[in-house]
């Protein structure tokens, strides 16, 4: 146990009372590999292999233009939404952990790509600002699992502020519409008018970084300040996150929203998982 999270060696039973810890008390969660886990992460670096025709998809932004990059990336990422072996995949997943199936609604799992030197390209400067998941309509009580397809080094993962969990910080979370952002495209559709709520001010408070083996999964709760971080290690990043809600944490779990002004609703596109 650190001062800002937990490590468990073994998956530990996603019940309520992991999911309170997680989502009431800010507490971050480094779950080692498992069969799951592990299971998962092997079939997602399989497809990157094939997406990318090469052994090593750490090492493919070398060899195709940023475009040709973006689109084999873009391809993957939609075929992994609705890929039966995925969905098989974390289905399993949720049952090593014990979680109550029937109660929950998912995002559909999403394929992280963080380059090295990426922060240089200006046209990917949105995906480095740092925010709450619910400054982007996301639920107060939803938990992200986040999984690391190849081993990521400190330097590499994304950045914390635990200390900030339960403190407000300003941001420009007003000026987002969930509406608005589907109808613009989301996440991987560039385009100019949509907005990224992030800080307006920098946060005070020390920055934690993940670190994880290939394998690995944490937990922590949306409403953590965060962001992916400028990284020069030679390889690209992959990790998954699969955003989670159950339907009694919003009663009973949820933490306070302490800054939160975006409007809508995302979990309306979740689905049973």
């Not at 400028?230 to 306070?256: K, M, N, W």
């Amino acid at each position: 146990m650190s001062d800002w999270h937990s490590v468990h060696k073994r998956p530990p039973v996603y019940d309520a009372t992991l999911r309170e810890r997680i989502l009431r008390h800010g507490v971050m969660v480094r779950v080692c590999g498992s069969v799951s886990t592990a299971a998962l992460t092997r079939f997602v670096w399989g497809e990157l292999q094939r997406a990318f025709d090469c052994d090593d998809p750490a090492q493919a932004q070398y060899r195709f233009s940023a475009s040709e990059y973006f689109e084999r990336l873009s391809r993957l990422r939609v075929a992994l939404r609705e890929h039966f072996v995925a969905q098989h995949l974390i289905r399993g997943m949720l049952r090593e952990f014990g979680a109550d199936l029937a109660g929950l609604r998912c995002d559909f799992l999403r394929l992280r790509a963080v380059q090295s030197g990426g922060h240089k390209n200006p046209l990917a400067a949105n995906a480095y600002l740092l925010h709450r998941d619910t400054w982007y309509a996301n639920p107060q009580a939803q938990v992200n699992w986040w999984l690391a397809v190849s081993d990521v080094r400190e330097e590499e993962g994304p950045g914390f502020f635990p200390a900030l969990y339960q403190s407000p910080v300003h941001n420009s979370s007003a000026l987002f519409d969930y509406a608005t952002w589907k109808r613009l495209g989301g996440w991987q559709c560039p385009n100019s008018a949509k907005h990224f709520p992030t800080v307006t001010d920098e946060p005070r408070g020390t920055e934690k970084r993940l670190s994880a083996q290939a394998g690995d999964l944490w937990f922590f709760a949306g409403q953590h300040l965060h962001g992916t971080r400028a990284h020069d290690s030679g390889r690209t990043r992959f990790s998954l996150e699969l955003r989670v809600i159950h339907h009694d944490d919003s009663t009973q779990a949820a933490p306070c929203n302490v800054d939160n002004a975006s409007r809508g609703d995302a979990s309306t596109d979740y689905v049973a998982p």
